[in-house]
């Protein structure tokens, strides 16, 4: 099993998720926040999510307080700012760090196979990366790379 499907999270309500629940599946992973000037992409995520779901996309977002204190609160008010506000139906995860040495193990194997301008750090909310159906890390993309600008990557990672 490749190290990706090997992982595991916790979900927003509090469930364990094994990443190998994705296996056979193009992932995007994307450390979100609900207060940032990239908070509106969650809309242009869950349109690619509704648009490719059926050829075997899946977003995984990832709430992270860690870049200017933008994601304050807990479950709830994600939960709430996620599917009120921008209609995000893709899965959501427990608030998680991705930088540091408590980062999460999803964002450290991330960061380690697909390094960005900082190296092995994550520059700021709203970064995503891009998980080939076999689980190897395609491609990283920056925070003001908008989802619509994903797209071509993400039909060649679909094969369609």
Same mark, same amino acid.
């Given at each position: 099993? $490749? $190290?990706f #499907?090997q992982?595991?999270?916790?979900?927003?309500?509090?469930?364990? !998720?094994s990443?190998a629940?994705?296996? /056979?599946?193009? !992932?995007? !992973?994307?450390?979100?926040?609900?207060?940032c000037?990239f908070?509106?992409?969650y809309?242009?995520?869950?349109?690619?999510?509704?648009k490719?779901?059926?050829?075997?996309?899946v977003?995984l977002?990832?709430p992270c307080?860690? +870049?200017g204190?933008?994601?304050p609160?807990?479950?709830? *008010?994600i939960?709430q700012t996620c599917?009120v506000?921008?209609?995000?139906?893709f899965?959501?995860? /427990?608030?998680?760090e991705?930088?540091?040495?408590?980062? #999460?193990?999803v964002f450290?194997?991330?960061?380690k196979?697909?390094?960005?301008?900082?190296?092995?750090?994550?520059?700021?909310? +709203?970064?995503? +990366?891009l998980?080939?159906r076999d689980?190897? $890390?395609?491609?990283?993309?920056?925070p003001?790379?908008? $989802? *619509?600008?994903m797209e071509?990557s993400?039909?060649?990672a679909?094969?369609i």
């Amino acid at each position: 099993m $490749p $190290p990706f #499907h090997q992982l595991s999270a916790l979900s927003l309500d509090g469930q364990p !998720v094994s990443m190998a629940d994705y296996a /056979g599946k193009v !992932v995007l !992973v994307v450390n979100t926040a609900s207060r940032c000037g990239f908070t509106p992409q969650y809309g242009g995520l869950e349109a690619l999510y509704k648009k490719y779901a059926d050829q075997g996309l899946v977003v995984l977002g990832f709430p992270c307080n860690q +870049f200017g204190k933008q994601e304050p609160g807990g479950a709830d *008010e994600i939960a709430q700012t996620c599917r009120v506000n921008y209609g995000v139906s893709f899965p959501m995860f /427990g608030k998680v760090e991705v930088n540091g040495s408590a980062a #999460h193990p999803v964002f450290r194997y991330l960061k380690k196979a697909l390094p960005g301008v900082l190296g092995g750090r994550i520059k700021w909310n +709203f970064t995503k +990366f891009l998980i080939g159906r076999d689980g190897k $890390p395609l491609r990283r993309f920056a925070p003001y790379t908008t $989802p *619509e600008k994903m797209e071509a990557s993400i039909i060649a990672a679909l094969n369609i």
